[in-house]
């Protein structure tokens, strides 16, 4: 369950146990928005309501805060937006932080980098959720085989069985879904399917957009006729420089107030302007 005010939270988790029973599980998210007292104060409250976990309640950089919400109230905690490489998993592990990882393939930069960090949660004995699982199909596929290869790996959440790229549509009784079966990742891609993804025409769009605004910007610089304008691509930083030349007997609030008003208008704002005098 999504929360965000820590009182209204308390109440709604109330409502919800009463209605659900103690059958089903129940977890929160307030999605980094509580601090560290504001976690212990809530949860402190909600513990009668036999709570599966709360996710990411503080800032993702801040484990020692997480251990600290750990060591104080009796609701397991789950680090989740700060599973974000294997080093921070282990130093949350090391600091007695979380009881529960949730990560996927896309934060830890692939299928190998998850494994690695599930076997690093499976070393200290703490489950692993499994986050997003991809889109189209393909993604989806990759991440059964994944859940299904790793023993500490408890649970999934954010579960899409789309299959708008391939052949064949997942197969699934829920809450089980079968992992596909055939050679490689079990999934063939539809090219036909995949065409309707394509960006080429939205990319030719952009493109034509950019070549209006950049004749725009070439016509509009005619109106400072006492300026040499020079685009120079910055290698380092990869962007251009606009470098605007003024002749010293040119240089007067006027000329500089009309190109301010002349960038706003056509809100060429990508660009840096650089004044060089002779």
Known sequence: VKVLDPDRAIEMIRLIRGTIGDAIKL??????AWSVSETIRALK??????????EQPIFKWDIDGLARIR????????????????FKILEAIKKKAVD????????????????????????????????????????????????????NISCA???????????????????????????????????????????????????GQKRKRALDFITALSEFP???????????????LLAAKINNNQRDNFCLNGLIRFLLRIKYSRFNLNFITD
């Open 100 to 151: 529960f990882i949730s990560t996927d393939p896309v934060r830890m930069g692939g299928l190998l980098g998850l494994k690695k960090a599930c076997g690093i949660a499976e070393a200290a004995g703490i489950p692993v959720v499994l986050h997003w699982n991809g889109d189209g199909g393909v993604g989806t596929a990759a991440w059964l085989h994944v859940a299904a290869s790793t023993p």
């Open 27 to 32: 977890r929160i998210d307030p999605n980094q």
């Open 71 to 86: 060591k104080s109230v009796n609701v397991p905690v789950m680090m989740c937006e700060g599973s974000v490489t294997i």
């Open 157 to 207: 959440n954010h579960i899409g069985l789309g299959s708008e790229i391939i052949t064949e549509p997942f197969s699934y009784d829920l809450p089980f879904i079968d992992i596909p079966d055939g050679p490689g990742l079990g999934v063939e891609v539809d090219e036909e399917k995949l065409a309707k993804f394509s960006m080429k025409e939205r990319i030719d769009e952009i493109n």
């Open 45 to 54: 409250k909600m513990e009668p309501y036999d709570l599966e976990a709360v």
């Open 226 to 240: 006492n300026i040499e304008f020079h685009l120079v691509k910055s290698v380092r930083h990869n962007y251009h």
